[in-house]
C-alpha cells in the first residue's frame, strides 16, 4: 500500500466552482500535511501545510485533515482559470533515519472560463 | 533572489551516454534532494542529502549517481544503466532534513534520443 493515495483526476470545473481534492495516507502516525501546486513544466510550490487535525483556511484555499479516517482535502472556492494547475499532496514519512516527503500522484485540476 | 537553479532546462541524451544535471540552491540550506516525475506517478525520490559529503538512495536510485561537495550543489548523474531515463527531475531542498517546507527548482526534461 501507497504511503500517500491521491484521487488522479483530471477533474475539470467551470470557473466559480468549488473544488474539492482528496488524499487519504496509510501510517496514522503523520501529523503534518501538506498540498503543493504545480503549473506545467514548472516545479512544484508550497500552498498550504496543516499540522494534526482541523482545518486552515488561506484566501480561497481551506485545508482539512481527518485524522479518524486518515483523509486529507484541499478545497478551492469561487476557482479562477489560475488555479489550474496539478495538486500534490504530500506527507513526511521516514525512510531510513530521516523523515522525506512522500507525495501523492497528483490531481490535474482544470478550471475553465 | 534565493533560489534553486536547475540547469539545463531540457536535456538530449543519446543511448549508451551519462549525462549530469545541475542543481544548485543559495538558500544555505542543508538538505537535497532529487526526484523523478513521470505522468501519473507524482515524484519519486532518487537521492538525497542532508550534509555535504554524505547522500543516502531513495527509492528509485538505480542508474543514477551524486555527489555533495559543496552545500550550494548537489548534481545528478543519469547513467547509461538507467533503463528509461527520460523524465521530468526536479530538486529541491529544505533548510534541515526535519523541516517541512521543501523549496523546488523549475525542472529538467530529459529525453533519451
Known amino acids: 500500500q501507497k504511503e500517500v493515495e491521491q484521487d488522479p483526476g483530471p477533474l475539470s470545473v467551470p470557473e466559480g466552482a468549488i473544488v474539492s481534492l482528496n488524499c487519504t495516507y496509510s501510517n496514522s502516525a503523520f501529523q503534518y500535511f501538506m498540498w503543493y501546486r504545480q503549473y506545467s513544466r514548472k516545479g512544484p510550490e508550497l500552498l498550504m501545510y496543516?499540522?494534526?487535525?482541523g482545518n486552515k483556511e488561506d484566501g480561497r484555499f481551506t485545508a482539512q485533515v481527518d485524522k479518524s479516517s486518515k483523509y486529507i482535502s484541499l478545497f478551492i472556492r469561487d476557482s479562477q482559470p489560475s488555479d489550474s494547475a496539478t495538486y500534490l499532496c504530500?506527507?513526511?514519512?521516514?525512510?531510513?533515519?530521516?523523515?522525506?516527503?512522500?507525495f501523492g500522484s497528483g490531481t490535474q485540476l482544470t478550471v475553465l472560463p | 533572489d534565493g533560489g534553486i537553479t536547475q540547469s539545463p532546462k531540457y536535456l538530449f541524451r543519446k543511448e549508451g551516454q551519462n549525462v549530469t544535471l545541475s542543481c544548485e540552491q543559495n538558500?544555505?540550506?542543508?538538505?537535497m534532494y532529487w526526484y523523478r516525475q513521470d505522468p501519473g506517478q507524482g515524484l519519486r525520490l532518487i537521492y538525497y542529502?542532508?550534509?555535504?559529503?554524505?547522500?543516502q538512495k531513495g527509492d528509485i536510485a538505480e542508474g543514477y549517481s551524486v555527489s555533495r561537495e559543496k552545500k550550494e550543489s548537489f548534481p545528478l548523474t543519469v547513467t547509461s544503466a538507467q533503463k528509461n531515463p527520460t523524465a521530468f527531475y526536479l530538486c529541491?531542498?529544505?533548510?534541515?532534513?526535519?523541516?517541512?517546507?521543501?523549496?523546488f527548482g523549475q525542472g529538467t526534461r530529459l529525453t533519451v534520443v
Open positions: 529541491a531542498s529544505r533548510l534541515e532534513p526535519t523541516n517541512t517546507e521543501a523549496f
Open positions: 496543516t499540522y494534526s487535525s
Open positions: 542529502s542532508q550534509i555535504v559529503n554524505d547522500f
Open positions: 538558500l544555505n540550506h542543508d538538505a
Open positions: 504530500a506527507t513526511p514519512a521516514f525512510s531510513g533515519s530521516a523523515r522525506q516527503l512522500t
